[in-house]
């Protein structure tokens, strides 16, 4: 820490983001990315795009990516904002509504942090005992609510009917869901942004549209919320998706042939993964995204993790209650998670003896 940095970030927290390791032969189910590559399309989109035209800056407006998320959820364009990542939209949000936040303790690790950096008044409710929301805790509230739906890194989703009363429940509060995973088998809200005011739908095109290295996230709301989600992107980046960004997201969002094709076999492998694992004695929280969450009474979260990482099979763990036995593995291709299982196998076999 140098001498000069404020006062107030003394003793902040940053987030601090899974692994990237360079691992000889590694598997990397450790931060949830799409284990297929974008769309053909989206490759041809950044391939053709007129790099000559770098040297001019984007539109701001990233009318672009704007009309083909429109188009795709049939809602108008000023109900539709666009971010550098869903971090930097969710960034906004607490810039623009973060006056008093409340969020669930187990969730995703950036929700904290940003409170922290934005300087917001803060409440993290805590799940049960099953790591599930309690939709109970979120009704009427006296500050914005931000979930994540399906919730990370549990996988485990509200249904559309806790939602709507979460929404009705706090007409004067903003309730952000957070849908980071809904591709995987979660229904969106997105159609809620079109009858009450109340909510803002976020997403990211880094995990069901395989563009994790790209940086593009997207908000879905009224068109007021919209409007304070973009006085803050131009009072703080009006640039915020390059000119590729731009491209390559509205191709990714319009050829859904291979959208559907890719988070179908998500799932798929995602559903016999999880039988396995129960099969070798794990529990295996219900999941609708591209991870999974589970434990073992034979083999505490810590050693799993640390056993699988000698193999070179890399996924998520955290130190903390009340998910210490846990560990969160992201869904990669079928032959990824067999290898997971195989060394799996080696590693319980080893313990028993
Ligand atoms: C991955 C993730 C994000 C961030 O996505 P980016 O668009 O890559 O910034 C936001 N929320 C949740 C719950 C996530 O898991």
Redesign the pocket.
């Given at each position: 820490m140098s001498r000069f940095l404020r006062e107030k970030y003394m003793d902040m927290e940053p987030y601090t983001p899974g692994e990237q390791p360079q691992m000889k032969d590694l598997v990397k189910l450790n931060?949830?990315e799409n284990p297929y590559p974008p769309s053909p399309k989206v490759i041809n989109a950044i391939l053709e795009g007129n790099t000559g035209d770098l040297l001019r800056y984007p539109d701001p407006e990233a009318k672009e990516l704007v009309e083909a998320v429109a188009e795709y959820y049939g809602v108008p364009e000023k109900c539709v904002a666009v971010?550098?990542?869903?971090?930097?939209?969710?960034a906004f949000v607490y810039m623009a509504f973060g006056e008093k936040v409340y969020f669930p303790s187990i969730?995703?690790g950036?929700y904290p942090v940003f409170a922290e950096t934005f300087m917001c008044d803060f409440k993290a409710i805590p799940l049960d005992e099953g790591l599930a929301i309690r939709p109970d805790d979120y009704i009427g509230l006296d500050g914005t609510i931000i979930l994540?739906n399906p919730?990370?890194?549990t996988g485990m989703t509200l249904t559309p009917g806790e939602i709507e009363d979460i929404i009705k429940t706090n007409a004067d509060h903003l309730v952000v869901i957070?849908?980071?995973?809904a591709d995987f088998g979660t229904q969106t809200s997105v159609p809620l942004t079109q009858i009450y005011d109340n909510v803002l739908v976020?997403?990211?095109?880094?995990?069901s549209r395989s563009l994790?290295g790209m940086?593009?996230?997207i908000a879905i709301g009224s068109e007021e919320v919209i409007e304070d989600i973009n006085k803050m992107k131009f009072s703080f980046n009006p640039y915020n998706l390059d000119r590729l960004a731009i491209k390559a997201g509205a191709a990714a969002i319009r050829d859904d042939e291979y959208f559907q094709e890719t988070r179908a076999k998500v799932m798929e492998t995602r559903e016999w993964f999880s039988e396995k694992m129960r099969d070798l004695g794990f529990t295996v929280l219900p999941s609708k995204s591209n991870f999974v969450f589970c434990r073992s009474d034979k083999i505490s979260g810590q050693e799993y993790f640390d056993e699988l990482r000698k193999r070179a099979v890399v996924v998520r763990h955290w130190e903390k209650d009340p998910i210490r036995d846990y560990v969160r593995i992201t869904i990669g291709r079928d032959e990824d998670m067999e290898r997971l299982i195989e060394v799996t196998e080696e590693i319980l076999c080893e313990k028993a003896k």
């Open positions: 931060t949830n971010g550098n990542g869903s971090d930097e939209i969710l969730s995703y950036f994540a919730n990370a890194p957070d849908e980071a995973y976020v997403q990211t095109l880094s995990k994790a940086r593009i996230g």
